[in-house]
């Protein structure tokens, strides 16, 4: 199993950054594709942005030219620098990871606890 945890996440004002990590561990197993994802309230989980072991990035409409993602392959871990906050980016930010472990060739994916993002004045 790999086990993902957040940090990162707090209150800031409109037209701020924040920046989540997410560090993915566990014994023999392979990574690949990681992301995020939120969850406003009173709305259905979405996609945010992925990315590939190779560094190939993927965002969701609405936070493109804002947000990016990078990773560290060696650490394992994922990042999110989001810039110029909105109210609306207010959600509890979920990482995520494809894995599997060695012996096998077929993907999981595993989901973190989640870190809240407060977006307000």
């Known amino acids: 199993q790999v086990q993902l945890v957040e940090s990162g996440g707090g209150l800031v004002q409109p037209g701020g950054s924040l920046r989540l990590s997410c560090a993915a561990s566990?014994?023999?197993?392979?990574?690949?594709?990681m992301g995020w994802y939120r969850q406003a309230p009173g709305k259905e989980r979405e996609l945010v942005t992925t990315?590939?072991?190779?560094?190939?990035?993927n965002y969701a409409d609405f936070v493109k030219g804002r947000f990016t993602i990078s990773r560290d392959n060696a650490k394992n871990t994922v990042y999110l620098q989001m810039n110029s906050l909105k109210p609306e980016d207010t959600a509890v930010y979920y990482c995520?990871?494809?894995?599997?472990?060695?012996?096998?060739?077929?993907?999981?994916?595993?989901w973190g606890q989640g870190t809240q993002v407060t977006v307000s004045s």
């Open positions: 995520t990871a494809q894995w599997r472990p060695w012996h096998r060739t077929n993907y999981d994916m595993n």
């Open positions: 566990g014994r023999e197993l392979s990574i690949n594709t």
């Open positions: 990315i590939s072991v190779g560094g190939t990035t």
